[in-house]
């Protein structure tokens, strides 16, 4: 994401890109010292403690990047009089709603990641100033490991592939979520801080549609460029459960995003489309 951004942001104006080790998330010191430094009109933060299952083990490490990490970027922002743009998580849900989430339902995550990604979220809201949350879910970029090229990797080495059929989400394109994000700053761009003053809060923003991690690898299949290279004979739906983890995972946790396109007259195209574009350009 922090890569996609970079590309998309770059037309906007001077942007200045940091990655670990430049800014360390874990030392508060070195993200005061980065912003004070540079004086950003607006801060995106793509940075994260993404290691799901990992952070069952190390929920210290993860709060401390998800939350405490985000709730300083949030106090600088403030004394800066900046722009705080973040991303969060799908996984601040328990799936158990039956239908997507809209920005007013009530958040019960089910594993660390999603309460520590719940407590950056809480800490940007509590503090207030000009941020915009958008909260996002299943991202993929080819560019590096994820789903998509998982399943690609699989289907060049199993005749038999079983995939999750009761995970249900919004598959996002990493490229086309920070595109939609440029062209939102783009809208205020003319006085950024006051136009995220006003249209402050909390954004549900992914692929449009919903669809299962078992649709999700049978469509990567199909737009698959190298087709003649897969092995793969046949693939069967399985569950949840046929696939222990460390952390728990909420099973439908798809994301509504009207408030967003009601809003900014912006939406994600549906998934199977921004796919099929992902697939035929990187
Ligand atoms: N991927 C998904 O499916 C998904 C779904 C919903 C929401 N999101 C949210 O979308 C945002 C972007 O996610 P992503 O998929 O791009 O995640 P990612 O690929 O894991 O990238 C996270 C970035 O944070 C950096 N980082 C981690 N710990 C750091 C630290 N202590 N100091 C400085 N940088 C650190 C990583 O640097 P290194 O590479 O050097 O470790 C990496 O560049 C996150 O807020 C995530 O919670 C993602």
Redesign the pocket.
């Known amino acids: 994401?922090?890569w996609e951004l970079e590309r998309s942001l770059a037309p906007l104006g001077e942007l200045i890109a940091?990655?670990?080790?430049d800014?360390?998330?874990?030392k508060p010191e070195?993200i005061r010292g980065l912003i004070q430094k540079n004086h950003p009109e607006v801060i995106v933060?793509?940075?994260?403690?993404?290691?799901v299952d990992r952070a069952e083990e190390e929920p210290g490490i993860a709060m401390a990047?998800?939350g405490g990490?985000v709730a300083t970027l949030a106090e600088e922002a403030l004394d800066l009089g900046a722009g705080l743009v973040?991303?969060?998580?799908?996984?601040v849900f328990d799936g158990i709603k039956g239908e997507p989430y809209v920005e007013t339902d009530l958040p019960v995550p089910l594993n660390v990641?999603g309460q520590s990604?719940l407590a950056g979220e809480e800490a940007i809201r509590n503090l207030g100033g000009a941020y915009i949350i958008l909260?996002?879910?299943?991202?993929?970029?080819l560019r590096?490991d994820?789903f998509v090229t998982k399943v690609l990797d699989w289907a060049r080495k199993h005749q038999t592939l079983r995939v999750v059929d009761d995970q249900v989400s919004n598959p996002?394109w990493?490229r086309m979520l920070a595109e939609t994000t440029a062209q939102l700053l783009s809208i205020g761009s003319k006085d950024i801080t006051a136009w995220l003053h006003e249209f402050k809060g909390l954004y549900h923003l992914?692929g449009d549609g919903e669809t299962s991690r078992f649709e999700w690898a049978k469509a990567i299949l199909r737009f698959d460029p190298q087709k003649e290279e897969q092995v793969t004979k046949v693939i069967h739906p399985a569950i949840t459960s046929d696939f222990p983890t460390l952390a728990r995972r909420p099973l439908h946790s798809a994301l509504a995003c009207d408030l967003f396109f009601e809003t900014f007259g912006l939406r994600l195209p549906p998934w199977e489309q921004a796919l099929k574009l992902a697939m035929a350009v990187e």
């Open positions: 994401m922090g940091y990655d670990y080790p800014i360390d998330l874990r070195s933060n793509a940075t994260a403690y993404t290691a990047i998800n990490a973040h991303f969060s998580t799908d996984y990641y990604k909260r996002t879910s299943w991202v993929y970029s590096r994820c996002t990493c992914a």
